[in-house]
């Protein structure tokens, strides 16, 4: 059975969720400390939410008429260029930081990644749902 594309609109619904449940475990590492559990978990939410942000902006690009992106630094140059993101530098650290988080990367990258994640993305991910929630309402 063929399944229908998503939409822009549910492409951003599915960000704003997973956004929701990264917030929920930043909150949890702020009340409980950071644990191998907790910090896996925070590692896989962020991937995952980068992941559905780019998603998001790449329905929302489309449904204006221009062509597939051939990777998430194009999708990201053209969201800076739209004003749907503030930060284009720290987007792009974004996906440097996904890629260095594999498991062949030390430990001591992977403690710099969830502080990355605790103190910056997590606020690039905020001002995204901000500005792409008031460009789908206009």
């Not at 999708?75 to 974004?94: H, P, S, V």
């Not at 994640?117 to 997590?122: A, G, H, Q």
Request: hydrophobic share 35%.
């Amino acid at each position: 059975m063929k399944t229908q594309p998503l939409n822009c609109e549910q492409c951003f619904n599915n960000f704003q969720d997973s956004l929701s449940e990264l917030q929920e475990v930043i909150e949890e590492i702020n009340l409980r400390g950071v644990n191998p559990k907790n910090e896996q978990h925070l590692h896989r939410s962020f991937e995952l939410t980068h992941e559905l942000a780019l998603n998001a902006m790449s329905e929302y690009f489309r449904k204006q008429g221009r062509p597939p992106y051939s990777g998430s630094r194009d999708i990201t140059l053209d969201a800076f260029n739209e004003e749907l993101i503030d930060d284009g530098k720290g987007w792009l650290d974004m996906i440097i930081c996904r890629i260095k988080a594999t498991p062949v990367y030390t430990e001591d990258v992977h403690k710099n990644v969830s502080q990355n994640i605790l103190k910056n993305y997590i606020h690039l991910f905020e001002n995204f749902e901000k500005k792409m929630k008031m460009a789908l309402d206009q």
